[in-house]
């Protein structure tokens, strides 16, 4: 069976410097036997080099960052954080197109597209997150959703090697099941992330649809993990409010331990 991945996803937390220092130290304690499993932290940008000295078995990750990888004549690019400077950061995964991110900022599938590409080729870690909508959903246009914003954000990688595409990871995170929305049922996730295996398949080959790791994000708690990440099919969670709390968090990733 394939490693389950666990992604924290800290968003816009903590508040200071300290209280990162102390979460990280906290879940590190708490997960320090964990085998088998790919844990994964994404703080802020500006807590990476503090959490990157004290990295042991758990891997770093960004939430977002920039489609190029240096200013160049196209610009310079104030504010932004290219995939060079993370992985010389240890970096090894970016979280890209989170729904925040869009909805908030306004970010599209082509800016999410470039991102992707540059991410594969400086061989991190993409996780691409896609979903629907409530809106979308209720309207029973989930499927049709799903397929045109994996088409879209990864139609500049069709031509990158297979290595390359390895590291492509995608999280399923139906918008209306992020935050106070509550979970999706595990039925309905199992059967949208297959489709997208499906649709990856079709796009890439079957190989790569075989192999690809798709993870499920929305309202995971020590309470749910476990349904989730005992279908072989679901390779993981992307964490968001719980991962804030380190016993709960730890508790996650020892569920995933028990498969
Ligand atoms: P949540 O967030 O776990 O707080 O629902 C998940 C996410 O937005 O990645």
Known sequence: ??????????KMNPATLQ????LFNSIKKSIKN?????????????????IKSQISNIKLGSQDCFWENSSTNRGAFTGEISPSMLKNLGCQYVILGHSERKQHIGETDEMINKKVEVVLKNNLRAILCVGETKKEREAGQTK??????????LK?????????????????EPIWAIGPGGPCSVS????????????IA??????????????????????????????????????????????????????????
């Not at 964990?34 to 503090?50: G, M």
């Not at 799903?146 to 879209?152: A, F, H, T, V, Y």
């Not at 309905?188 to 649709?199: G, H, S, T, V, W």
């Open 188 to 199: 309905e996730a199992l059967e949208n992330i297959l489709f997208l295996k499906k649709i």
């Open 34 to 50: 964990i085998k088998n499993t790919e844990v994964v932290i994404c703080p802020p940008f500006v807590y990476l080099p503090n």
């Open 156 to 172: 500049k990688i069709i031509g990158l090697s297979n290595r390359q595409l390895a590291n492509l990871i995608i999280a399923y």
């Open 144 to 153: 049709k959703v799903l397929k045109k914003q994996l088409e879209k954000c």
């Open 202 to 259: 079709r796009n890439f080959n079957q190989k790569i649809g075989k192999n690809i790791s798709i993870i499920y994000g929305g309202s995971i708690t020590s309470q749910n993990a476990f349904d989730f990440l005992k279908e072989k099919e679901i390779n993981g969670v992307l964490v968001g409010s719980a991962s804030l709390k380190a016993d709960e968090f730890a508790s996650i990733t020892k569920q995933a331990q028990k498969i």
């Open 19 to 22: 209280e990162a220092k102390q």
């Open 1 to 10: 069976m394939m490693k389950k991945i666990i992604v924290a996803n800290w």
